[in-house]
């Protein structure tokens, strides 16, 4: 029997798996959004759901017990809502991603396939939700009276360094998690330690100085500073910024798939 050929964890293998098997990341997508909401009530409307409950709930806590500071002219509901989607699709990415590889054992044992294709389709079908999210967005905008500005054309290439920056994220998370189940738990830990490490609730320019270096160093934080300017505040990201988190992603992509692809032939030793 020919054993599987495994790539040593270029960005180019990368590339061409996923130009390579993109029917089969389709069927993926396509099986993880069925048996997300399989048996449900309420089927997939709990995809707006999710997001409309947790939003009211925040805005109902941060106007009225928190109080937080003024953001200016823009409704603190439609600030933290584009603050807030962004960070339910990285969490909700990074936790179903990092999953991906322990919960398909007969999947990985039958048949060979670049293992990638589990983790980036628990990724993308993520987008589900965040597209769903802009559309509560784009709602809220339209209660409020703001109007859609030209800088939205922003929108795609920053959801893309978003998705970018989940994947390359994740890829490594899957790989350990099947070494090592605690790796779950420590993952469930950090994003919530992470949330208040991101200008969800709160603006960027509100954080002193001296703490900035955290920030700069959190693609979250710049990506959603970057939505904020690009929906609503009509002002384009400073290329510099976009330049930032784009080089981050990228380097959480190359390092992270190396990692994976290194991991990959013991995986059907440890599933």
């Known amino acids: ?17 996923v130009w390579r098997h993109h029917e089969l ?23 707006l759901l999710n997001p409309i409950c947790q939003l009211a709930i925040m805005s109902f806590v941060f106007t009225t017990a928190l109080r937080p500071s003024s953001q200016g002219d823009v409704p603190f509901s439609l600030f ?11 969490a909700n990415a990074t936790t179903s991603a990092t999953m991906s590889i322990t919960s398909g054992p007969n999947l990985i044992k039958s048949v060979y396939f670049p293992r990638e294709m589990l983790v980036i389709a628990s990724v993308l079908v993520r987008l589900v939700d965040l ?13 409020h009276g703001q109007p859609v500005l030209w800088t939205v054309v922003w929108m795609p290439l920053l959801v893309a360094i978003h998705v970018m920056f989940v994947v390359g994220l994740s890829l ?16 469930a830990t950090a994003i919530a330690l992470w949330f208040f490490l991101t200008p969800i609730f709160y603006s960027l320019s ?9 920030y700069d160093l959190n693609p979250n ?23 930032w988190a784009f080089a981050l992603s990228g380097a959480s992509l190359v390092l992270g798939y190396y990692v994976f692809k290194r991991m990959e032939p013991y995986f059907a030793d440890f599933v």
Not at 1 to 17: A, D, E, I, K, T
Not at 25 to 47: E, F, N, P, V
Not at 80 to 90: C, E, K, M, N, Y
Not at 221 to 243: C, K, M, T
């Open 25 to 47: 990341l389709r069927h993926l997508m396509i099986r993880d959004i069925k048996a997300q909401y399989k048996q449900s009530m309420l089927g997939y409307a709990w995809i």
């Open 206 to 214: 509100a954080v002193p100085e001296r703490y900035r270096l955290i």
């Open 131 to 143: 597209a769903a999210g802009l559309l509560i967005v784009g709602a809220l905008m339209v209660a």
């Open 221 to 243: 934080a710049r990506l959603i500073q970057a939505y904020r300017w690009a929906l609503f505040e009509g002002v384009s990201p400073p290329i510099e910024s976009v330049l």
């Open 80 to 90: 933290l809502a584009v603050g807030l989607l962004p960070w339910i699709f990285f």
């Open 172 to 187: 490594p998370l899957a790989a350990l998690n099947l070494f090592f189940r605690d790796v779950r738990f420590l993952v």
């Open 1 to 17: 029997m020919r054993q599987p050929v495994y790539s040593r964890g270029h960005l180019g293998h990368f590339v061409l798996n």
